[in-house]
Structures are given as C-alpha cells and as structure tokens.
C-alpha cells in the first residue's frame, strides 16, 4: 500500500458528502504531513488502539457483535473514563452537535446525507467538539481509536488538518489542536508508552 496518509484520508471524507449543481465546485482534502507517510502506518495503529481497546475493554464494548463477551469481562476504567457517551451511538448532551448523525461513510446507512457546501459548517461544528475527526464522532469506539491514532501522529507530523476550498475561498480546520482533543489525548497517550494504569472499578452495565 503505497497510498499516503493525507490521500486515504481525504477519500474517506469526501464519502461523507454529496454534491450537485450549486456544490460541484467544493472540494474536501485532508493534510497529514507530508506524501511520504504512508497509509499503512495509520491504518496500523488504528487497528492497534482496537484490539488495545478489546483487550483493556476501555470502551464498555467494540462493537455488538463482541458485547457479550466483553461483558464476562472485569470493566476497568482510567482517566479516560468515557463520560462522553451516553451509548454506543449516542454523546452525552454538551457534546453532540447537528450533522454528526447525518455523517456516513463509504456509502453506509444508504449515504452520503450532506451536501458538500455543508462541510464548512460541519467542520466548524467538529472544531469545538471532544472528537478528533468526524469518524471519531460516530460512536465511542472509532472516538478512541481515532483519538489515539490521530493524536500520536498530529503530535509528530505537520500540517495535520483539513481544507475545505471552493472556486473562491479556502477554510482551514486543524486536527487535534482543540483544547478538549489536546486534553482527552494527554489521558490515552501512557498507552503509547506502556504506562496506561487501570484499575478495576464499578460500571453500570451497558444498556
């Protein structure tokens, strides 16, 4: 795989939109560094936080289809704490925003649902959220995952943003620069120097 960072993360946030006739012109590109770092570095350490987040049940499960057996599982905890969702799917009130239930991707649920001339506001909006991309923001799962992926390499590899341009202006939107990003980061990031301290505490069960 010799597709860079930068070109695999722009396919898969154009998959988001939709355009038409007023739209056409818009286009979505995302910046990780530069073209000499490959996509396999970041598909690798996003499917790392993962299995970390299966092993360590982080996350109180990875997806349906893992639930029950996570659930036979001790639930621990850690500064993370996760005290963004309220559910799988669904952020505590305070940290969702309008669009995040209208983001798909690759066509999934039957999308894309917004048009690309929204991409602006919805970059905006994710700009002043706890989530370090709109993947992120899909449910808690993907939230960590990206958390710690894009964290790692927005700390290391610049620029790391994304550009939302039409045939007349350009908007800028920085990834993992937001305080609330730069603060939940700084409680995952001992995993990435083996020093990520659990304990073992009580959860209500998921619903």
Same mark, same amino acid.
């Given at each position: 795989?010799?597709?860079? @960072?930068?070109?695999?993360? &722009?396919?898969?946030?154009?998959? $988001?939109?939709?355009?038409?006739?007023? %739209? @056409?012109?818009?286009? @979505?590109?995302?910046?990780?560094?530069?073209?000499?770092?490959?996509?396999?570095?970041?598909?690798?350490?996003?499917?790392?936080?993962?299995?970390?987040?299966?092993?360590?049940? $982080? &996350?109180?499960?990875? +997806?349906?289809? /893992?639930?029950?057996?996570?659930? &036979?599982?001790?639930?621990?905890?850690?500064?993370?704490?996760?005290?963004?969702?309220? *559910?799988?799917?669904?952020?505590?009130?305070?940290? *969702?925003?309008?669009?995040?239930?209208?983001? /798909?991707?690759?066509?999934?649920?039957?999308?894309?649902? @917004?048009? %690309?001339?929204?991409?602006?506001?919805?970059?905006?909006? =994710?700009? %002043? #959220?706890?989530?370090?991309?709109?993947?992120?923001?899909?449910?808690?799962?993907? *939230?960590?995952?990206?958390?710690? &992926?894009?964290?790692?390499?927005?700390?290391?590899?610049?620029?790391? +943003?994304?550009?939302?341009?039409?045939?007349?202006?350009?908007?800028?939107?920085?990834?993992?620069? #937001?305080?609330? /990003?730069?603060?939940?980061?700084?409680?995952?990031?001992?995993?990435?120097?083996?020093?990520?301290? =659990?304990?073992?505490?009580?959860? /209500?069960?998921?619903?």
């Amino acid at each position: 795989m010799r597709s860079s @960072i930068s070109d695999v993360l &722009t396919q898969r946030e154009r998959t $988001i939109f939709f355009q038409d006739k007023d %739209s @056409i012109d818009d286009q @979505i590109i995302v910046h990780v560094g530069n073209n000499e770092q490959l996509a396999l570095q970041y598909f690798l350490m996003h499917e790392a936080a993962h299995l970390a987040d299966y092993a360590l049940r $982080i &996350t109180p499960y990875v +997806e349906g289809d /893992t639930r029950i057996i996570q659930q &036979t599982r001790p639930v621990f905890s850690s500064e993370l704490s996760f005290s963004y969702w309220l *559910d799988y799917h669904y952020p505590r009130p305070g940290f *969702d925003f309008p669009l995040r239930m209208s983001i /798909t991707f690759y066509g999934f649920r039957q999308g894309p649902y @917004i048009n %690309s001339n929204q991409a602006r506001r919805l970059y905006s909006m =994710l700009k %002043s #959220s706890p989530f370090a991309s709109a993947y992120a923001a899909q449910n808690w799962t993907e *939230d960590f995952a990206e958390l710690l &992926t894009l964290g790692a390499l927005c700390q290391t590899i610049q620029p790391c +943003e994304v550009i939302v341009r039409n045939h007349e202006e350009e908007w800028r939107f920085p990834i993992m620069q #937001s305080p609330p /990003t730069l603060r939940r980061f700084s409680d995952v990031k001992p995993l990435l120097d083996g020093k990520f301290i =659990l304990r073992q505490v009580p959860r /209500t069960p998921c619903p």
